[in-house]
C-alpha cells in the first residue's frame, strides 16, 4: 500500500465515519489539511501482521491521531490518539564543557549547549553543559521509541557508560498525551529494556503533560 492509497482510505473514513470511534474524536479535534489533503507526518510499517499506523498532526495540539489501517482489507480498523513522545538520551554535568562530554563517545548528540551560554529563550545563562542524542524524533509508539533509542546507545556502551559514570546520564522522556476521557494510561517498560538501561546504569525520568479536549457525553 502506498502513502496516497493510505492517505485516501484515511479521508474516506474521516468523511464517512463508518467506526463510532472516529466520528467521537472528530466531534472533540481536527487533523490538518494542507491543499485539502489530510497531512501525515508519519506512515508506521513496522508491523508484522499486515497492518499500519498512520500518524496525523491535530490541529492546535501536539499529540496525535493514531489511524489504524488493515493492507489485507483496505479498510480502517481503529482510530485513536498517539501522545507525543520525546525519548532521549541525556548528559549534563556543572564541571565539564561540551567538548569534553563529547569526547567519551563517539555518537553523534542531536544538541549541546555549555554552561554560561546564552538560553534560546529568556535572558538568563545555562548553569549546566548539555550533551543530548534523540535518535528518533519522528511519531511513534513509547516501547518502540525507547528500543531504537537504545539499539543507537548500544553502537557505542563504552562511551555511554562514560558519560553515566562522569556526567549525569540518563534517559529523558517527555509525553504530551491527550485526556479523552480522563485515563491517560502510562509508559510500559518490558524486562529486557530494563535490563538493557541497567548494562549501562542508565535511571530513566518521566514529564507526563496532558491537554486536549475531553470526549463529550
Known sequence: MTDDQAIAIIESEFKQKTLGVTEQYLEIHSPIYTDNKIKVDRIDRESKDGSIIAYLPVLSERFYFAVYIDTKTNKVTG???EAYHRVYFRATSETLTVE???EMTNLTPTETW????LRKRGKSNHTFSNFTILPNPEP???EDKLKK???HLEQDKDGIKRLVDNANGYIQVA???HNGNGMIGGPNIDTTDIRRMNEFGLSINFDLY???NSFRE
Open 79 to 81: 482510530v485513536g490518539t
Open 210 to 212: 496532558v491537554g486536549g
Open 114 to 117: 555549555n554552561k554560561g551560554d
Open 140 to 142: 511513534d509508539e513509547f
Open 149 to 151: 533509542l537504545l539499539d
Open 100 to 102: 569534553e562530554l563529547k
Open 175 to 177: 509525553m504530551d498525551t
